[in-house]
Nanobody, 120 residues
Framework: QVLLEESGGGLVQPGGSLRLSCVAS????????MAWYRQAPGTERELVAS???????SYADSVKGRFAISRDNAKNTVYLQMNSLKPEDTAVYYC??????????????WGQGTQVTVSS
């Protein structure tokens, strides 16, 4: 089993910054990629950013130029640096990883979610 633990969410004012962290632990053999998703009330879950083992990144158009995803392979950790935050960024943010367990089975694993609220 692969476990994901998120941290860094909270309340921030518009224009502010926040940094999310997600640590993968457990029976990990190989992490293929890691990503951040978000879901606001009344909306579908949205892919925000992703990063593969070679550090190639991709971003949703809504966050491009404001957010930055990074990865520390040695620590099995992915980060999401969020700058110039807007009220529309308010959502529950979920960490995701595609990984092989030590039993050599692959699956998509999810964190429990962390609330990000952008409000004055």
């Amino acid at each position: 089993q692969v476990l994901l633990e998120e941290s860094g969410g909270g309340l921030v004012q518009p224009g502010g910054s926040l940094r999310l962290s997600c640590v993968a632990s457990g029976s990990i053999f190989h992490i293929v990629a890691m990503a951040w998703y978000r879901q606001a009330p009344g909306t579908e879950r949205e892919l925000v950013a992703s990063i593969n083992a070679g550090h190639a990144t991709s971003y949703a158009d809504s966050v491009k130029g404001r957010f930055a995803i990074s990865r520390d392979n040695a620590k099995n950790t992915v980060y999401l640096q969020m700058n110039s935050l807007k009220p529309e960024d308010t959502a529950v943010y979920y960490c995701n990883t595609r990984a092989y367990s030590t039993s050599l089975k692959w699956d998509d694993y999810w964190g429990q979610g962390t609330q990000v609220t952008v409000s004055s």
